[in-house]
């Protein structure tokens, strides 16, 4: 079976192709078009969105007009922004979501946190998606990858 050895790095390349692309995460711009802004529901533009350790949201506004604060729930609730220094300001901020949990973001700038300036999402490790129902039949991302891996390595040799 000399001859099929030459496969090898071409499944190899496959493989970490694939990877890259599971490991990359999915990006998300706040708001998409509308951006990070008053008068926007981002609680109805999260709503059918599922994140994911490894995703990035994107905060796309003019600055000084807008800022970006992460909080805790009760500064979310009654829009309490932080000290100006954990204040992101550059207009296109982006926040890779690094650990699984809850997110509060809010806009700092007086009165946009009332007028609806305000993003709660729940992140989610990619092994354990959010439903019993949804987990009996979807695959992580690993277990596609290994399945791949698996895969290649059974048709390679
Ligand atoms: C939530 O954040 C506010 C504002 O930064 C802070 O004063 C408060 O102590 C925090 N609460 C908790 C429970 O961490």
Redesign the pocket.
């Known amino acids: 079976m000399a001859s099929n050895y030459h496969q090898v790095p071409v499944a190899l390349a496959v493989a970490a192709v694939l990877f890259a692309t599971i490991a990359m995460g999915a990006e998300y711009i706040v708001g998409d078009d509308e951006g990070w802004t008053i008068n926007f529901d981002y609680q109805a533009w999260a709503k059918d969105k599922v994140f994911h350790v490894g995703d990035k949201l994107v905060f796309k506004y003019t600055a000084p007009d807008h800022n970006v604060f992460k ?2 729930g ?2 979310f609730k009654d829009c ?1 922004a ?1 000290p100006s220094n954990e204040r992101l300001s550059s207009g296109n901020d982006e926040i890779v979501l690094a650990t699984p949990g809850n997110r509060w973001y809010i806009c700092g700038v007086s009165g946009h946190c009332d007028a609806g300036q305000k993003l709660a999402i729940t992140v989610w490790d990619p092994q354990t998606p959010p439903s019993s129902a949804v987990r009996g039949i979807s695959f992580s991302g690993y277990q596609v990858f290994f399945a791949a891996i698996a895969f290649l390595v059974i048709i390679t040799v």
């Open positions: 909080v805790n009760t500064a309490i932080p």
